[in-house]
């Protein structure tokens, strides 16, 4: 079996909270708890969980755009966080970034053509003389026409700013993105477009992506593999149809009961949770989800769950996940 191309064991993020007059640390948010995962080439592996859980945090520190607490990433068979910084620079050619927000992920000084060809130029991957053929070339693959190359982002609608944000991740030929909820700002109409986009330069140029969403409709569309958070770690894994078909975790099936269904006749059955999401400062003792979960029994408020392999694909952070297993 080849050499995934992304992996991720045991990271950890925390921030630390200041206090005091001399502002010194008190406390920690547990952004991301002993997170693990890994993502073959060509792959699509979608992270999903509700606001606060920790997606965003995880894409970041994957990407070594915060520094980790504890944990290791390989990337293509090395150790990001023991790169040197030349190495790293050398290494960020491989790996971009599409942010949530096209509106302030992009300068609104610099035009199209610069948000784009800066990079490349940045890398050596081209010289001043090629650099307006390339983005060209870039902008035709993601659906921008030559005209834009010389406008500002203030004269483009949203969905047009994400497809400038796209063609910017890709100048550097990368072969792994992070699309931090690249479509939640958007109009449904132009969701579907830029999804539709990001499968098909998958197909082209043999991408892999990290597929951060609230929206378990699009993660289901997109991803191969999907894995659910729950205040900064991974409770349950799984291949995309075994996951919606048979939800284990009682987190997850909560989830998947609030999808809507195109049919209004149909009757689902919500599972409504209790409470509110605790606080990542002050994450509950035992397993994360029993202060709202409706099977809490004595063991869950003590002790941390261990990670079950229900198959080769399907991985469930549960006491009593064989129990729940139709």
């Known amino acids: 079996m080849s050499e995934p191309l992304l992996k991720v064991e045991h990271l950890k993020k925390y921030f630390p909270i200041k206090g005091g007059v001399f502002q010194r640390t008190i406390g920690h948010v547990k952004a991301l708890e002993d997170v ?96 307006r053929d390339k983005v060209l070339e870039i902008m035709e693959r993601c659906g921008l026409l030559p005209a834009h190359i010389d406008r500002y982002p203030h004269e483009f609608s949203g969905g047009q700013r994400q497809r400038i944000g796209i063609a910017r991740a890709l100048a550097l030929n990368p072969e792994f993105i992070v699309c931090d909820e690249p479509v939640s700002a958007l109009d449904v109409s132009i969701q579907s477009q830029i999804i539709n986009l990001l499968s098909d330069l998958q197909e082209t140029l043999q991408l892999s992506y990290l597929f951060i969403s609230h929206d378990l409709g699009i993660v289901r569309h997109i991803s191969h593999r999907i894995g659910v958070m729950y205040l900064g770690a991974l409770i349950e894994t799984a291949d995309k149809n075994d996951l919606y078909e048979n939800p284990v975790h009682p987190y997850t099936r909560a989830l998947l009961s609030a999808v809507p269904v195109a049919d209004p006749t149909a009757k689902r059955n919500r599972i409504i949770l209790p409470g509110d999401l605790p606080s990542p400062s002050n994450p509950p003792a035992g397993c994360k989800f029993h202060t709202r979960c409706p099977s809490c029994k004595d063991i869950c408020k003590t002790q941390i769950p261990p990670a079950i392999a229900l198959s080769d694909t399907h991985t469930v952070v549960c006491h009593f996940a064989k129990e729940f297993t139709k």
Do not use: W
């Open 36 to 131: 693990t995962l890994q993502l073959d080439k060509k792959e699509t592996f979608g992270l999903v969980g509700e606001s606060g859980c920790g997606k965003s945090t995880a894409g970041r520190t994957i990407l070594r755009l915060y520094e980790k607490t504890d944990g290791k990433v390989f990337f293509k068979g090395k150790d990001l966080f023991a790169l040197k910084k030349a190495e790293m620079r050398r290494m960020r050619q491989k790996m971009q970034m599409v942010f949530q927000d096209p509106y302030s992920s992009l300068n609104p000084r610099i035009t199209v053509g610069g948000a784009i060809g800066e990079p490349m130029l940045e890398h050596g991957l081209c010289t001043k003389e090629e650099q």
